[in-house]
């Protein structure tokens, strides 16, 4: 179909074609006829190629929505989705690049020579030379999958439902190269020409170069955890009956589906609950047999609910708890060792999500993955940081009432600790965002330094007007003139308060007397988390470890006078984000301590979000930090720093006085408060199933104020004032589900130790150092390096959990003796 024929409004203004009153908004036109063609089409950020909203689940082809985004002033630029997958007629782009000394069209017709030259086809101009190449495929013959530069330099594919380009009708201000140099420009028709099929001899060779394989060199510290430990699908299984030759094929299947070989414990150990059908040899070598298993585990819940199970989920997918299963001290109901075979030990921490720099602000966004590149560090060491900070500056200036109606009141205050080997630096990245933070400081300091100046020359001249005025007094006395009181008074110049934004010295007195000085709030900032922490747990810091406990919520007043500089402190709202930083065996230690009633099991811990990305490869570069870039964040902050009710368009409450009561505050508008109900509604729900370990409820619980408190951030980052809008509470969202991975990993970290201990147990097993049976001093007395009664205590349990021992207890006349026994069935 001819683009121009089907909607001679698309190219109004180009030659040769008349104007109509539509054409003018060739964005709009151009967005109706790609979802005309059953393409959905989304907003993109205004002059950027980035998204403005989380595009896989937002782009439509409603024409209703995409006039509400694209009609009047044009507020964004255009994404096109390519794909869909698996669709006859599915949209593929040729991303020809033409910029950084490269040459995607000679790429191209050097292609053409081995491939066939490709048929003349829609083609728009992008800013900087380069060109998209519109094309058909049918996907449900050939899988292409995008790519950048994998057929040529300067080519990039965009196919699959995985992948946009952005539209014709777009303009670009702000795509730099690496010489600094502004490629800008309108992205514009090229040629009238309808989208062409694309060639089968070039649909066969994309489809080959988008085959998997495995790559040479792994970066990630870890492989993703196994997934047939997963607690929900060990419930679902319960519910189902081994018994059933039709729903033990079917679960069969589904494992195999889902895990491949690595399913077969769990499948084994399902099929042994019904001993009169268990024949091991026949079940393996059925297992063996299956060769393109199409069904997944999705299949077993689905049985299982048939059966009358409760999917935790209430009808949503599933979630892993996985990363709790060996840390909870509460005991997962498991069958005896004995004639049951072993579970897999877990051997690496769950998987966790890459930061998507889409959730950030264009300006943020930018400044973050320039600066971790140069440092060759994980953008999350600088992201969150930098979320951390800004939710500092704000402080109290405004808060948020979530609710449409109800008077909840979140101030804004975020907390997170970055959680890797000192290598990876994150400190690095934690002082990179602290920077903004310390530039307001400096500035504020060098005014303080002058009013402290001014003040001492007030005051030495008060000084002698007092004295004067006794002189005065004097003579009127001697003279037996009255005088009063007020003839003594002299007005003393009011004493400068130094403006602050950072606190390291995190003492209650230090704390109160800054916090009382500063009402907005402040930035904790602590290189190592834990060790501070862990001096809260003493008796002598009761009090400060309260007073943390109330600056999370950002609204409490605290009075005390229990502090040596003077008496009743009183601080109206304790506000404070605190950052930190710490290593991955010191969180494991102190976490296991808030999970299991230790001293610092009251909530504390979870009020931080653990940040903990896999590592990312060294790259050695040694540029010089982009300058605009670093001002334009700095000038986000000094904004921010200014913020008031009335630039904000905040809601102020006024008592019968005629006064302020309460904090400003800006609500959601229409559509964001109807997404946050019901993701409240939902997150809600989940938490009350009863199905999470209470250390995990407990953080999940501190979830909603999360939430409100990331969308105002990015909204007054953003657009700065009004209601908070739908595309800053979906990137808020994107970010707690982010958070809630890392959140699995920081709490699965609690039982690594015991694996590694449970393994060395094992080791000592199969090379004969440890007899079968066996007593627990027989281990920790034999001194082997790490393992000691402690550790040794929870080495054993974890593998009866996971049946690798059996236990029995011996009466031996005195105080009985467990004994430990290795499962029969552990293979040699």
């Known amino acids: 179909m001819n683009l121009t024929d089907s909607n001679p409004k698309l190219l109004a203004g180009s030659p040769n074609l008349r104007p109509t009153p539509e054409s003018s908004n060739i964005i709009l036109a151009v967005a ?74 000679a790429s191209l017709e050097k292609l053409g020579k081995l491939l066939g030259k490709l048929p003349p086809t829609l083609t728009t101009d992008t800013p900087g030379l380069g060109e998209h190449q519109y094309f058909w495929i049918d996907a449900s ?30 303009h670009l201000e702000a795509d730099a190269d690496d010489t600094g140099r502004q490629a800008t420009g309108d992205y514009a028709f090229a040629n009238k020409l309808p989208i062409a099929e694309l060639p089968p001899a070039w649909c066969e060779f994309l489809a080959k170069k988008s085959e998997p394989h495995k790559p040479t060199v792994q970066y990630k510290t870890s492989p993703p955890r196994q997934e047939y430990q997963d607690e929900d699908l060990q419930s679902a299984l319960n519910f189902l009956d081994a018994a059933d030759s039709a729903t033990w094929e079917a679960v069969m299947f589904s494992l195999k ?297 950002g609204n409490a007043s605290f009075n005390t006078d229990r502090v040596a500089r003077g008496k009743d402190l009183f601080v109206e709202g304790v506000c404070l984000s605190v950052l930190g930083g710490t290593q991955p065996g010191k969180l494991a230690a102190y976490l296991k301590s808030a999970v299991k009633g230790g001293a610092s099991d009251d909530g504390l811990m979870q009020r931080f979000n653990p940040i903990w990305p896999d590592a990312v490869p060294y790259e050695g570069i040694d540029e010089p930090p982009n300058k605009l870039l670093k001002t334009a964040v700095q000038k986000i902050f000094n904004r921010l720093d200014t913020l008031t009710t009335e630039s904000v368009e905040a809601i102020q409450e006024i008592d019968e006085d005629g006064q302020a009561d309460g904090l400003p505050y800006l609500r959601f508008d229409y559509q964001a408060q109807a997404l946050f109900k019901d993701w409240l509604f939902n997150h809600e729900t989940r938490l009350r199933a009863g199905d999470l370990h209470p250390a995990m409820e407990s953080h999940l619980g501190k979830y909603p104020k999360t939430l409100v408190t990331l969308a105002l951030i990015l909204h007054l980052v953003e657009v700065g004032h009004g209601a908070v809008g739908e595309i800053s509470l979906l990137r808020a969202i994107g970010l707690v589900e982010y958070l809630e991975s890392h959140a699995n990993r920081a709490y699965a970290s609690i039982s690594m130790p015991d694996v590694d201990s449970a393994k060395q147990i094992l080791n000592k097993l199969k090379s004969g150092q440890l007899s079968n049976p066996f007593k627990a001093r027989d281990i920790y007395s034999a001194g082997w390096t790490g393992l000691d009664r402690e550790t040794t205590t929870a080495a054993l349990e974890l593998l009866q959990e996971y049946r690798w021992l059996d236990a029995e207890e011996l009466e031996t006349g005195g105080r009985p003796t467990t004994v430990y026994y290795l499962n029969p069935l552990v293979g040699g």
Request: net charge positive; charged share 25%.
């Open 257 to 553: 589906g889902s895990y491949g070989d690595a399913g077969y414990a769990l499948f084994d150990s399902w099929s042994l609950t019904a001993p009169d059908h268990y024949n091991a040899k026949e079940n393996r070598k059925r297992w063996d047999s299956v060769k393109n298993a199409t069904k997944t585990k999705a299949s077993v819940f689905q049985m299982a609910q048939d059966k009358g199970w409760k999917n935790p989920a209430k009808g949503q997918t599933v979630r892993s708890n996985t990363s709790l299963t060996s840390f909870t001290s509460q005991k997962s109901t498991v069958h005896p060792a004995k004639n049951y075979p072993p579970q897999l030990l877990p051997d690496s921490l769950p998987p966790v999500q890459a930061f998507d720099l889409d959730w950030l602000p264009d300006e943020l966004g930018a400044w973050v993955q320039d600066t971790a590149r140069r440092m060759s560090t994980p953008v999350d060491y600088i992201a969150m940081p930098l979320l951390v900070t800004l939710a500092g500056v704000i402080g109290r200036k405004v808060a948020i009432r979530p609710m449409e109606f109800d008077h909840w009141t979140v101030v804004i205050t975020l907390w997170a600790v970055m959680i890797g080997r000192p290598s990876l630096k994150k400190s690095a990245g934690i002082s990179a965002a602290l920077s903004f933070l310390q530039t307001l400081e400096a500035k504020e300091r060098a005014i303080y330094q002058q009013q402290v100046e001014q003040y001492s020359y007030e005051l030495e001249l008060a000084a002698l007007q007092k004295e004067t005025i006794k002189g005065e007094v004097k003579k009127s006395l001697k003279n037996k003139q009255a005088v009063s009181a007020s003839e003594l008074q002299v007005d003393a110049p009011d004493k400068p308060i130094q403006r602050r934004y950072l606190i390291n010295d995190v003492t209650m007195a230090a704390l109160l007397q800054v916090l009382q000085d500063n009402p907005n709030g402040l930035t904790v900032s602590r290189d190592e988390i834990v060790g501070f922490l862990k001096t809260l747990d003493s008796e002598g810091n009761t009090g400060l470890r309260e007073l943390l406990l109330e600056a999370w919520n």
């Open 32 to 105: 109706l006829w790609f979802a005309s063609q059953g393409k959905p089409v989304f907003p993109v950020r205004k002059n950027l190629k980035t998204p403005a909203c989380k595009w896989k689940e937002v782009a439509t082809t409603d024409e209703a929505q995409i006039r509400q985004w694209f009609g009047g002033s044009r507020k964004y630029n255009l994404g096109v989705v390519c794909g869909p997958k698996g669709a006859i007629r599915s949209l593929i782009v040729f991303d020809v690049d033409m910029k950084h000394g490269k040459n995607g069209k």
């Open 141 to 170: 013959k050939y899988l292409i999958k995008n790519s950048v530069e994998g057929i040529g330099e300067g080519i990039d594919i965009r196919a699959n439902g995985d992948g946009y380009v952005v539209g014709v009708g777009s």
